[in-house]
């Protein structure tokens, strides 16, 4: 990947962050992209403190005039954008019948409509140039069910068909589409989640309570595993590989 440019959404801190500093050891010059302006200078000036090629950039993705504004500067002053990593992602608890329409939207906002309009500003530019490369992180919930995470499961199965269903349609142009689907990640998402001690071990061990089995690895995913997938699927190991998803989340959804 190197001489390569990767843009990166979410990228202030978590899985976002890990995949952004992944890229740069590898070579590759990344814009990195997140609404979280203090969080994202901070990553990027640790990067640029060891050599590494990485740019900030403010945006809000569910924008989608600020993206199309975004992907234009990039590709003007960084270059064609090869790779894009839909990391960016937010997190909503709560049971249906109390779920408020504005935590609803919320979600929708970044882990849905913000994969659209930064997939079709990038992919627009990619078509031309006949390559390219997405992964959009996803989540196991998207597949498996869980109590107080209905609209974030919802949207990351949206996003996961919207990211195939771009793929099928791009695949003529040598462009890939695949997702990597973490389980339970040791990131500050995950740990929003726990309220006591008892909230690490429901994790690893799950919990009847909330018909969750647990992790069978018995271990967190870090940050850097899940860049590790996303590495490979962004590579030309992964050449002949579009529309998968690959889950990383130790065995918690049971192959599902």
């Given at each position: 990947?190197?001489?390569?440019?990767?843009?990166?959404?979410?990228?202030?801190?978590?899985?976002?962050?890990?995949?952004?500093?992944?890229?740069?050891?590898?070579?590759?010059?990344?814009?990195?992209?997140?609404?979280?302006?203090?969080?994202?200078?901070?990553?990027?000036?640790?990067?640029?403190?060891?050599?590494?090629?990485?740019?900030?950039?403010?945006?809000?993705?569910?924008?989608?005039?600020?993206?199309?504004?975004?992907?234009?500067?990039?590709?003007?002053?960084?270059?064609?954008?090869?790779?894009?990593?839909?990391?960016?992602?937010?997190?909503?608890?709560?049971?249906?019948?109390?779920?408020?329409?504005?935590?609803?939207?919320?979600?929708?906002?970044?882990?849905?409509?913000?994969?659209?309009?930064?997939?079709?500003?990038?992919?627009?530019?990619?078509?031309?140039?006949?390559?390219?490369?997405?992964?959009?992180?996803?989540?196991?919930?998207?597949?498996?069910?869980?109590?107080?995470?209905?609209?974030?499961?919802?949207?990351?199965?949206?996003?996961?068909?919207?990211?195939?269903?771009?793929?099928?349609?791009?695949?003529?142009?040598?462009?890939?589409?695949?997702l990597v689907?973490?389980?339970?990640?040791?990131?500050?998402?995950?740990?929003?989640?726990?309220?006591?001690?008892?909230?690490?071990?429901?994790t690893l061990?799950?919990?009847?309570?909330?018909?969750r089995v647990?992790?069978?690895?018995?271990?967190?995913?870090?940050?850097?595993?899940?860049?590790?997938?996303?590495?490979?699927?962004?590579?030309?190991?992964?050449?002949?590989?579009?529309?998968?998803?690959?889950?990383?989340?130790?065995?918690?959804?049971?192959?599902?």
């Open positions: 990947m190197t001489n390569t440019i990767a843009l990166v959404t979410g990228a202030a801190g978590g899985i976002g962050a890990a995949v952004v500093r992944a890229l740069a050891e590898q070579g590759t010059a990344v814009a990195a992209v997140d609404r979280d302006e203090e969080g994202l200078r901070k990553t990027v000036a640790a990067l640029a403190a060891e050599g590494l090629r990485a740019e900030a950039h403010p945006v809000d993705v569910s924008d989608h005039r600020a993206v199309d504004l975004l992907v234009d500067r990039v590709e003007r002053e960084l270059g064609p954008v090869d790779q894009l990593v839909n990391a960016a992602g937010v997190l909503r608890l709560g049971e249906v019948r109390n779920f408020s329409v504005e935590d609803w939207a919320a979600t929708f906002a970044v882990n849905v409509n913000g994969v659209f309009h930064v997939s079709r500003a990038v992919v627009d530019r990619m078509i031309p140039r006949g390559r390219g490369a997405i992964v959009t992180v996803a989540s196991n919930a998207a597949r498996t069910p869980r109590t107080e995470m209905a609209a974030y499961a919802a949207s990351k199965a949206a996003a996961t068909m919207f990211t195939k269903s771009l793929g099928l349609e791009v695949a003529r142009y040598g462009i890939r589409c695949n689907a973490p389980g339970s990640t040791d990131t500050p998402m995950l740990t929003s989640m726990w309220h006591d001690e008892s909230g690490p071990q429901g061990h799950g919990r009847a309570d909330a018909f647990g992790i069978p690895l018995n271990k967190l995913a870090s940050p850097a595993d899940i860049a590790a997938a996303v590495l490979f699927l962004l590579s030309d190991a992964a050449g002949h590989i579009t529309l998968h998803d690959l889950t990383v989340d130790g065995g918690a959804g049971l192959g599902a």
